[in-house]
């Protein structure tokens, strides 16, 4: 379920893979995907990483800037990358700033016990900042496509 907004997206700082630390607001005017995803090396996250490393030269060709993130560490998004050959920078959030400020760190259920984690969800921002299209509760299959389609849409 994707919806339309034009609220002003959350600015952070947060170190990526290859060494590099990402500013969101020093991308501009580029526009930016932004998929929070809940844990590397499990099956739906791997699958949502393929499909956007699949895409990832038709968001470049579009001028599109596109950051996967998760609460795990950079050494598990290098080994998750390595394992698996991504291409898509992932950002590490260890300490859920980002994910909280997007209202995708949540309060989750699994096997009866509650714990907090990430709520997959996509933003697309635009080249001013703002959040032009946001989807929540992700179901992966086709999802990158759409995303792919909205931002070339921009």
């Not at 949502?48 to 998004?77: C, K, M, W, Y």
Request: aromatic share 10%; with cysteine; hydrophobic share 40%.
């Amino acid at each position: 379920m994707s919806e339309i907004t034009s609220e002003l997206a959350p600015d952070f700082t947060l170190p990526a893979t290859g060494g590099e630390t990402v500013t969101l607001s020093a991308l501009r005017p580029a526009p930016v995907v932004l998929f929070f995803y809940p844990r590397d090396d499990t099956s739906g996250c791997t699958v949502e990483n393929q499909d956007f490393t699949r895409l990832l030269p038709e968001f470049d060709a579009a001028g599109i800037r596109v950051f996967g993130i998760s609460a795990d560490s950079l050494e598990s998004h290098e080994k998750f990358m390595r394992k698996k050959a991504l291409t898509v920078p992932l950002l590490s959030d260890e300490g859920a700033t980002a994910c909280a400020a997007y209202g995708v760190w949540k309060e989750k259920s699994m096997y009866g016990k509650t714990f907090m984690g990430i709520e997959r969800s996509t933003f697309l921002i635009d080249g001013e900042g703002r959040i032009a299209q946001a989807w929540r509760k992700v179901k992966v299959p086709g999802h990158a496509e759409a995303v792919l389609e909205a931002a070339k849409a921009l």
